[in-house]
Every structure is written in structure tokens, then in C-alpha cells.
């Protein structure tokens, strides 16, 4: 029953950069994994970055890697994905999502997390 806030989203210019934040409530001690995702109109959800909370593992997705980085503040309870040199095709919902109970290590799939998010919009305008 963790609950996941995601905020930060906006309308930017090509080029700009953006902070994702992802904020956990309840019973946060249950965190083993977080992931973040992004799902754009037509499109297949898809993997953009995950990070353990019990150890130092990060994974990044192929289209982000080098552009995006994912950090965690576990007194926080929060997750970053901080996004720079931002791209139209960057333009989705982007959802972040813990795993309670199954694997501490970055997992790449929708179904490695139970706990997910509403979403925020980013957009990027030409």
C-alpha cells in the first residue's frame, strides 16, 4: 500500500531541462526498487530508468542514457530523474514505481513494480 506522487513535469522548449520528483508514502520501509517509465500517444510504455534503494545499481534505458540521470534520498522518500538536452520525441507521461517485495536490483519491465504513480506530463515543443 506505498503511495507514489510524481511531480515536475511541464512544457519546455527543445534543449531544456527538467527535474522529475517521485515522492513515497506509507509504508516506505517495504521499498526494495524504483523505476521510472514514460508512455507517449500510440506508443508502448517504455523503460527509462531504475535504481535500487537498498544498494548503489542504477540501470538507464538506451534513448536516455547519457542525457537522464536517476537518484534517490531515502530520508526523503523521494526519487530524481533529472533530464537534460531535452528532445520533442522526449514528449510523454512519465511514471515512477516502487517494487515492495520482489528484487532489490534495477529491473527494465513494467511488471517488476507494484506500486506505481498517476503520471506527470512532460512536453517538448520544437
Known amino acids: 500500500q506505498v503511495q507514489v506522487v510524481e511531480s515536475g513535469g511541464g512544457l519546455v522548449q527543445t534543449g531544456s531541462s527538467l527535474r522529475l520528483s517521485c515522492v513515497f508514502s506509507?509504508?516506505?520501509?517495504?521499498?526494495?526498487?524504483v523505476g521510472w517509465f514514460r508512455q507517449a500517444p500510440g506508443k508502448e510504455r517504455e523503460f527509462v530508468a531504475a535504481?535500487?534503494?537498498?544498494?548503489?545499481?542504477?540501470k538507464y534505458g538506451g534513448s536516455v542514457k547519457g542525457r537522464f540521470t536517476i537518484t534517490k534520498d531515502k530520508a526523503k522518500n523521494t526519487s530524481y530523474l533529472r533530464m537534460i538536452s531535452l528532445k520533442p520525441e522526449d514528449t510523454a507521461i512519465y511514471y515512477c514505481a516502487a517494487d515492495t517485495y520482489i528484487d532489490a536490483m534495477p529491473g527494465e519491465y513494467p511488471l517488476d513494480y507494484d506500486s506505481w504513480g498517476q503520471g506527470t506530463q512532460v512536453t517538448i515543443s520544437s
Open positions: 506509507g509504508p516506505t520501509v517495504e521499498i526494495r526498487r
Open positions: 535504481i535500487s534503494w537498498l544498494f548503489d545499481d542504477i
